[in-house]
């Protein structure tokens, strides 16, 4: 059984209209990670949260942002979507302790901005 | 400097052969360490953990030079099923993941 999901598995969105991709999981974990990744980059971290403490990467474009109504979902939003976002965003979670542990992935979703 | 560098490779090896390559970290308060493997255009799945200097699980082997800040992954008889590219991910202790760009790993028949 999945324990880390991810939907839609693919969006297409137009330039400029908001978009939400969305993560759920059921490990109960107290991380959730959100990752960009273009093609034959590494992953990119956007933001992380520990519980409901949110941590926003430096370089992370104003354009994206994110919610974690309760430990089981997360949200990205891009508010207007550019040419540059397309790319896979992917969600995983850890246990968060004493980073002696391994994150768990979903399987991604593809955006593609039209 | 990038926080967590690779070779890039490709790696072209003929089934039955042995690939091994490395990764290198930045900081050196860095606290564990791990190798993933992603197939294109699907997400990076674990492979092995490395917490003290090393550990094997059958054919692959992860080293942990400390001293030198590495990482090693070696992979024994190569099946074509290994192909794929390796993603070396250092977990520093606020929990961010760090993640190389990957290796490439091609097993040919």
């Known amino acids: 059984d999945a324990m880390v999901i991810q939907n839609p598995r693919y969006q297409v969105t137009q330039f400029g209209k908001p978009v939400t991709l969305s993560c759920s999981q059921t490990l109960n974990h107290n991380v959730m990670y959100w990752y960009q990744q273009k093609s034959s980059q590494a992953p990119k971290l956007l933001f992380h949260?520990?519980?409901?403490?949110?941590?926003n990467e430096a370089d992370t474009p104003d354009n994206f942002q994110s919610r974690r109504p309760n430990t089981s979902f997360c949200f990205l939003d891009i508010r207007s979507p550019g040419l540059g976002d397309a790319a896979m965003y992917l969600c995983?979670?850890?246990?968060?302790?004493?980073?002696?542990?391994?994150?768990?992935f979903g399987q991604g979703t593809r955006l593609t901005v039209v | 400097r990038k926080e967590v560098e690779q070779d890039p490779g490709p790696f072209n090896v003929p089934e039955g052969a042995t690939v091994a390559f490395n990764c290198t970290y930045s900081n050196s308060a860095s606290q564990s360490f791990f190798w993933y493997r992603q197939d294109c255009r699907k997400e990076p799945k674990l492979l092995m953990s490395v917490y003290s200097s090393g550990n094997e699980d059958g054919r692959f082997t992860a080293q942990l030079n400390r001293a030198s800040q590495y990482i090693s992954l070696l992979i024994r008889d190569s099946k074509l099923s290994d192909s794929a590219t390796y993603l070396c991910?250092?977990?520093?202790?606020?929990?961010?993941?760090?993640f190389g760009a990957g290796t490439t790993v091609t097993v040919r028949a």
């Open positions: 995983a979670t850890s246990i968060g302790s004493g980073g002696k542990t391994e994150a768990f």
């Open positions: 949260y520990y519980d409901k403490d949110f941590n």
């Open positions: 991910v250092v977990n520093k202790a606020d929990y961010k993941l760090s």
